[in-house]
């Protein structure tokens, strides 16, 4: 499944959360998710149990000055 979220919005007072919901059923597991960040950079996520709020935070690795 794929979703895209778009952060941010056209007007000042409009947009919603970055949320993304997927319908499962009865899966238990995620074999794993894969995010791809606007700078072309990915994350990915391996065995994520499912029935339940994930939240991903991206962390920025950059130690360069």
Do not use: C, M
């Not at 952060?7 to 894969?34: C, M, N």
């Not at 950079?41 to 000055?65: G, Y």
């Amino acid at each position: 499944w794929v979703r895209w979220v778009h952060s941010g919005s056209s007007s000042l007072y409009a947009g919603g959360p970055p949320t993304v919901h997927f319908g499962l059923d009865e899966i238990d597991a995620i074999d794993q998710i894969e995010v791809f960040w606007p700078d072309l950079s990915s994350s990915l996520f391996k065995d994520v149990p499912t029935r339940r709020l994930v939240t991903i935070t991206r962390v920025d690795t950059d130690t360069s000055p």
